[in-house]
């Protein structure tokens, strides 16, 4: 009913940037709260940055000042402009988006992307 892709990862020198996006589709009311999650091997997944409906952001300490989370609400999209990237940023990205659906637009559900392999190195 609903589909998330990402699309953007890659391998990336320190200190250089990439522009993570999420495109959803389908059956698709309205989208609410959008957020991006990473996990890196043996680590546990966590909350990178998210952002409300109304434009509302937060961010991990780590990645503040650094990454810019945005959304397209007319294109369904939400972005991660990832700048100053470090080593220890790489991970796989996963974007998480509620969505109300045509049918059932009193409630959100939360959607998961595929994930994006963002890799820094030199």
């Known amino acids: 009913q609903v589909q998330l892709v990402e699309s953007g990862g890659g391998l990336v020198q320190p200190g250089g940037s990439l522009r993570l996006s999420c495109a959803a589709s389908?059956?698709?009311?309205?989208?609410?709260?959008m957020e991006w999650y990473r996990q890196a091997p043996g680590q546990q997944r966590e909350l990178v940055a998210g952002?409300?409906?109304?434009?509302?952001?937060n961010y991990a300490d780590s990645v503040k000042g650094r990454f810019t989370i945005s959304r397209d609400n007319a294109k369904n999209t939400v972005y991660l402009q990832m700048n100053s990237l470090k080593p220890e940023d790489a991970a796989v990205y996963y974007c998480?988006?509620?969505?109300?659906?045509?049918?059932?637009?009193?409630?959100?559900?939360?959607?998961w992307g595929q994930g994006t392999q963002v890799t820094v190195s030199s």
């Open positions: 389908g059956s698709i009311f309205r989208l609410d709260t």
């Open positions: 998480n988006v509620m969505v109300r659906t045509y049918g059932d637009s009193y409630q959100s559900r939360a959607y």
């Open positions: 952002i409300t409906r109304s434009g509302s952001t």
